[in-house]
């Protein structure tokens, strides 16, 4: 019988201070995604755990969004000169 090995699977879910940590966030604004419904949550024991598949999803969506989003290329402006003394 094989063991259970940790690391060969993902966490289905995280704590709200892993959840900040993947989506670089602070935890006010990670409880007003929570809030929006973009992010799915539950409770187990007492402690919030947030699902991994909700946090995946978010991260998809901005990519998607940052695609459809189109960034002016603006030319660099020339060096000024700097006069010496």
């Known amino acids: 019988m094989k063991t259970f090995d940790k690391q060969e699977y993902e966490a289905l879910a995280g704590s709200p201070r892993q959840a900040c940590q993947l989506l670089n966030v602070g935890n006010s604004y990670l409880y007003t995604l929570i809030g929006k419904g973009e992010l799915e949550t539950y409770v187990e ?36 000169k700097v006069r010496r003394r």
Do not use: E, F, Y
């Open 45 to 80: 024991g007492g402690k919030r755990m947030i699902t991994m598949r909700s946090i995946h999803d978010r991260i998809r969506r901005l990519v998607v969004a940052s695609k459809g989003a189109v960034a002016k290329a603006t030319p660099n402006p020339k060096p000024r």
